[in-house]
């Protein structure tokens, strides 16, 4: 089995606007059109069994409607685990966190440099407090990103004092830690109980010395397969991980049982 921890895909009215609005921030070219359609076709043709969609809401107004989105797309898609988003400015973040929670939602995804919040700012707090009640991990960007290339919103020691202060959190730390940080995630991350997804390290660079290291090193059920699907392609993750030699133990935990742990048995898949 084969779990993308990392895609992305947007209501069918909205795919174009956002899809061009990305592509035109990082100066990259989707391989996918944004769509859960696409992303259906294209796991099928990579051998992806399950694929888990990140949903962000960008400002207060928009987490009612991304939650829909989330809760709907997950009920119709039994291949498709779905997050939902809290937007720090919201007055309703208990409400919609329960609301998530009793739809089966299992985590949400935070973008702390679309929302310009340092992930350890106080004013995430309240987000952090109900996910620890309602059980609900968190997916954070981690590292760089295009949208704020002299600001980085979620360090590895930023992350540190996340789960300095919630320390029965579940934080999935995406993109091996931090994008372009990677020797930053080996001195403070790397061993310590934050999950780690796999994506970008293949089309940013991280060579292979540096790649196997990490994963060795590291928890190894708090390794997640990610490619960041439609930006990159899973096969290519895929590949690049089969060729590091790793144990067969390994890429079993990395490629579906640390995901399966985290979203439940898959038995209401």
Same mark, same amino acid.
């Given at each position: 089995?084969?779990?993308?921890?990392?895609? /992305?895909? %947007?209501?069918?009215?909205?795919?174009?606007?956002?899809?061009?609005?990305?592509?035109? &921030?990082?100066? &990259?070219?989707?391989?996918?059109?944004?769509?859960?359609? #696409?992303?259906?076709?294209?796991?099928?043709?990579?051998?992806?069994?399950?694929?888990?969609?990140?949903?962000?809401?960008?400002?207060?107004?928009?987490?009612?409607?991304?939650?829909?989105?989330?809760?709907?797309?997950?009920?119709?898609?039994?291949?498709?685990?779905?997050?939902?988003?809290? /937007?720090?400015?919201? +007055?309703?973040?208990? +409400?919609?966190?329960?609301?998530?929670?009793?739809?089966?939602?299992?985590?949400?995804?935070?973008?702390?440099?679309?929302?310009?919040?340092?992930?350890?700012?106080?004013?995430?707090?309240?987000?952090?407090?109900?996910?620890? +009640?309602?059980?609900?991990? !968190?997916?954070?960007?981690?590292?760089?990103?295009?949208?704020?290339?002299?600001?980085?919103?979620?360090?590895?020691?930023?992350?540190?004092?996340?789960?300095?202060?919630?320390?029965?959190?579940? %934080?999935?730390?995406?993109?091996?830690?931090?994008?372009?940080?990677?020797?930053?995630?080996?001195?403070?991350? !790397?061993?310590? #109980? !934050?999950?780690?997804?796999?994506?970008?390290? !293949?089309? %940013?660079?991280?060579?292979?010395?540096?790649?196997?290291?990490?994963?060795? @090193? /590291?928890?190894?059920?708090?390794?997640?397969?990610?490619?960041?699907?439609?930006?990159?392609?899973?096969?290519?993750?895929?590949?690049?991980?089969?060729?590091?030699?790793?144990? @067969?133990?390994?890429?079993?935990?990395?490629?579906?049982?640390?995901?399966?742990?985290?979203?439940?048995?898959?038995? @209401?898949?």
């Amino acid at each position: 089995m084969l779990i993308d921890f990392h895609t /992305h895909a %947007f209501p069918d009215k909205l795919v174009p606007k956002a899809i061009s609005k990305l592509e035109a &921030i990082g100066n &990259i070219k989707s391989y996918g059109d944004g769509s859960v359609k #696409n992303l259906l076709s294209h796991m099928s043709g990579a051998g992806v069994d399950r694929s888990v969609i990140l949903n962000i809401a960008t400002n207060a107004h928009q987490q009612s409607s991304v939650n829909s989105f989330a809760i709907e797309t997950g009920d119709t898609y039994p291949n498709l685990y779905t997050l939902g988003s809290l /937007h720090p400015d919201s +007055e309703n973040i208990a +409400e919609e966190a329960k609301r998530l929670s009793d739809a089966g939602i299992r985590g949400l995804k935070l973008h702390p440099d679309y929302i310009n919040t340092f992930i350890d700012d106080p004013k995430l707090d309240p987000i952090y407090e109900v996910c620890v +009640e309602y059980n609900l991990f !968190v997916v954070s960007h981690s590292g760089w990103d295009f949208i704020s290339p002299d600001c980085i919103h979620c360090t590895p020691e930023r992350i540190l004092n996340v789960l300095a202060k919630f320390p029965t959190l579940r %934080f999935v730390a995406a993109h091996m830690g931090a994008n372009r940080q990677w020797d930053e995630v080996e001195r403070l991350l !790397v061993g310590k #109980n !934050v999950w780690i997804d796999t994506s970008l390290a !293949v089309p %940013f660079g991280m060579d292979d010395e540096q790649f196997r290291r990490i994963l060795t @090193n /590291h928890l190894p059920d708090h390794i997640l397969f990610g490619s960041d699907y439609p930006w990159f392609t899973p096969e290519d993750t895929y590949r690049r991980i089969i060729g590091l030699g790793l144990p @067969n133990e390994l890429l079993e935990g990395i490629f579906y049982k640390n995901a399966l742990a985290l979203l439940g048995d898959g038995t @209401n898949k």
